[in-house]
């Protein structure tokens, strides 16, 4: 009876990370649901709760869980998937050093003109032309009636560089 309580008492402390595909495997299995407050992009900062989507409305609140009944929630799977590897990520995030990365963390949800992305990223104006041209080679930024916005691409290292910045 005391290895069944004690079993009991060790998985209701066991937490998994959503972005850890054989975690998230394991919270389905188990029917997992996260503690309140224990996803990282949950914020009562933003309207939406939620900095992978901070400006929709949502008509509920997932009170920062991550799992509910081992299901992944729907906005960290879609940022997320399964299919961009953390190694490509840190390949690109390489390749487009360390102003690039700036220039990436600077677009989050909004599309900034040259100037707005200057001055937010630290960027001096004459690295940006150069180093733009290498985000749009890489497919990370596209240029639309003269506002920066980020590719999905680029959305996935925004938002693991999001990650890495709230752990």
Same mark, same amino acid.
């Given at each position: 009876?005391? !290895?069944? /309580?004690?079993?009991?008492?060790? !998985?209701?402390?066991?937490?998994? +990370? =959503?972005?850890? =595909? +054989? #975690?998230?495997?394991?919270?389905? %299995? @188990?029917? *997992? &649901?996260?503690?309140?407050?224990?996803?990282?992009? $949950?914020?009562?900062?933003?309207?939406?709760?939620?900095?992978? #989507? =901070? *400006?929709?409305?949502?008509?509920?609140?997932?009170?920062?869980?991550? $799992? %509910?009944?081992? *299901?992944?929630?729907?906005? /960290? @799977?879609?940022? $997320?998937?399964?299919?961009?590897?953390?190694?490509?990520?840190?390949?690109?995030?390489?390749?487009?050093?360390? !102003?690039?990365?700036? /220039?990436?963390?600077?677009?989050?949800? @909004?599309?900034?003109?040259?100037?707005?992305?200057?001055?937010?990223?630290? %960027?001096?104006?004459?690295?940006?032309?150069? /180093? %733009?041209?290498?985000?749009?080679?890489?497919?990370?930024?596209?240029?639309?009636?003269?506002?920066?916005?980020? &590719?999905?691409?680029?959305?996935?290292?925004? +938002? *693991?560089?999001?990650?890495? +910045?709230?752990?």
């Amino acid at each position: 009876m005391e !290895n069944a /309580i004690g079993k009991k008492q060790e !998985n209701k402390t066991k937490t998994f +990370d =959503p972005l850890i =595909p +054989d #975690d998230c495997v394991r919270a389905l %299995i @188990s029917g *997992y &649901t996260s503690n309140v407050g224990e996803c990282r992009f $949950f914020s009562e900062s933003v309207e939406s709760k939620c900095f992978l #989507d =901070p *400006y929709s409305r949502r008509a509920w609140n997932c009170n920062g869980r991550c $799992f %509910i009944n081992g *299901y992944r929630c729907e906005y /960290i @799977s879609d940022a $997320f998937s399964l299919k961009n590897s953390v190694e490509e990520i840190y390949f690109l995030m390489s390749l487009i050093g360390q !102003n690039g990365t700036n /220039i990436i963390s600077s677009l989050g949800w @909004s599309v900034l003109s040259l100037e707005e992305v200057l001055a937010v990223s630290g %960027i001096k104006k004459e690295e940006a032309t150069f /180093i %733009i041209s290498v985000l749009k080679l890489l497919k990370l930024v596209s240029q639309k009636n003269g506002k920066l916005v980020l &590719t999905d691409r680029g959305r996935t290292v925004h +938002d *693991y560089l999001l990650t890495k +910045d709230l752990v």
